[in-house]
Each structure stands twice: as C-alpha cells, then as structure tokens.
C-alpha cells in the first residue's frame, strides 16, 4: 500500500509540473493552429488583437493574440481579456456550446494576460472583481487555479483596501477547498505567498496539517516564508 500511496504521489507531482509549472510572467511555449492554416497576428494592430483573441476560429490563433495583448499592455486591452475570462457565462451554459466549455487553455491565457498589469493599481482595481468571480464559479480547475495566482501576484502591489479584499477571497476559496483538489489547493497557497497579506499567515499553517498530498504543503511552506520575510 505504502508503494501504491508513493506512486500515486509522484504522478500527481509529474501532472503539477506538466500543468502549473510555468513561472509568474506571462510567456507562454509558441502554439500552433491545427490543420496547417496559420493566422496572421498583427503586431501593433490593437483592435484586431482584439478580435482574434475573443473571435478567431481556432483556440491557438486565440492564445496567440492574447499572449501579444500581453506583451503590449495598453489599458484598453484589459476590458478584452476580462470579456475572454467570463465567456463560460456567457455562452457555455446559456447555449450548451460544448466547443466554449472545451476552450478552458484561452482562459488560462487570459488569466495570465492580466499579470503583465501587475503594479498598475487601477488595473487591479478593476479587475480583482471578474477575476474572484472566475476563480470561484469557473468549470475548470486549472482556470480557477490561474485566476487565483493572478490575484495573488497583482494584488502585491495593489491599493491596502483592495489587497485586503484579495486576501479574503483567497483565504475564503482555500478554506473551501476539499482535500482532493490538490492542484487548486497549490495555486491558492502560492498565490497567497505572492500577495503578502499577513492574514493568510494562520491559513497556511493549517493547510501542513491537512490531508493535502505533500506537494501542496511544501509550497504553503514556501508561502509561509515569505510572509514572514516580507
């Protein structure tokens, strides 16, 4: 059994590094559209940025295009990244769009996207809301996981009142987590050890008491350094 349990163990940490192991920033391996047809993306061309990210046919045209809003930061491309995040609200589930409900690697891109804002308080303050929303209602795991990290690492920096407000949103979405959910789990602790409120402190101690599997408690270890170092 006690094999079984290490097996077990080590798939779950091959899966965490296949699925989250991206750093902080927002760069993302190159993609490739299926069938051979490359779409064209404009550089500096925001506004069909802008529609290839939310309206191209294909997703990797759409995380394409997204990755270069990303890169260019302009202030009216985070109403686009925000529309992109809640589509499954807007389409999914309305018209039973089963392509929407399988596109959950766009709204990583999206979530991503934002932490290039990182630093601009106004930018998070408007954007802390949509992304809180996403993180608890979203269909996707991995989506609610990128949307937690993101409000960790943009909410650094952000103004005391909404930084707080991340907090408890964090915290409230951790202590909701069921043990099973280990790979949400791990993005919320690491998000919390990115923002820095020293509220979470106490969360994260608990969390190396539970029955997480032990990837997850080494990194609320992590996050319990650093606000204790910051």
């Known amino acids: 059994m006690k094999k079984i349990g290490l097996l077990l163990?080590?798939?779950?940490a091959f899966s965490v590094i296949n699925l989250f192991g991206q750093s902080?920033?927002?760069?993302?391996?190159?993609?490739e559209p299926k069938g051979?047809?490359?779409?064209?993306i404009p550089l500096g061309d925001i506004k069909k940025l802008h529609d290839l990210a939310k309206n191209?046919?294909?997703?990797?045209?759409r995380i394409k295009?997204?990755?270069?809003?990303?890169?260019?930061?302009?202030p009216e491309s985070v109403?686009?990244?925000?529309?992109?995040?809640?589509?499954?609200y807007k389409n999914v589930y309305a018209y039973g769009d089963k392509q929407m409900q399988e596109n959950w690697k766009v709204r990583v891109s999206?979530?991503?996207a934002i932490r290039a804002y990182a630093g601009d308080k106004e930018v998070t303050r408007k954007v802390y809301m949509p992304l809180t929303k996403v993180m608890v209602y979203d269909p996707e795991e991995r989506v609610k996981g990128e949307c937690a990290l993101t409000l960790g690492i943009i909410g650094r920096d952000a103004d005391p009142d909404v930084k707080e407000r991340i907090a408890d949103e964090l915290i409230t979405k951790l202590n909701h987590t069921p043990v099973n959910k280990n790979l949400l789990a791990l993005m919320l602790v690491k998000a919390l050890g990115r923002l820095g409120h020293p509220?979470?402190?106490v969360h994260l101690i608990a969390v190396t008491q539970k029955g997480y599997l032990r990837v997850v408690k080494e990194e609320a270890k992590k996050s319990i350094e650093m606000l204790q170092n910051s």
């Open 24 to 31: 902080d920033n927002v760069e993302e391996p190159n993609v």
């Open 36 to 40: 051979g047809k490359e779409i064209e």
């Open 65 to 74: 295009a997204i990755q270069q809003l990303a890169n260019l930061k302009k």
């Open 199 to 201: 509220k979470a402190l």
């Open 56 to 61: 191209a046919p294909d997703i990797d045209t």
């Open 79 to 88: 109403q686009a990244l925000i529309d992109i995040l809640e589509e499954p």
């Open 9 to 12: 163990i080590m798939l779950f």
């Open 110 to 112: 999206a979530a991503r």
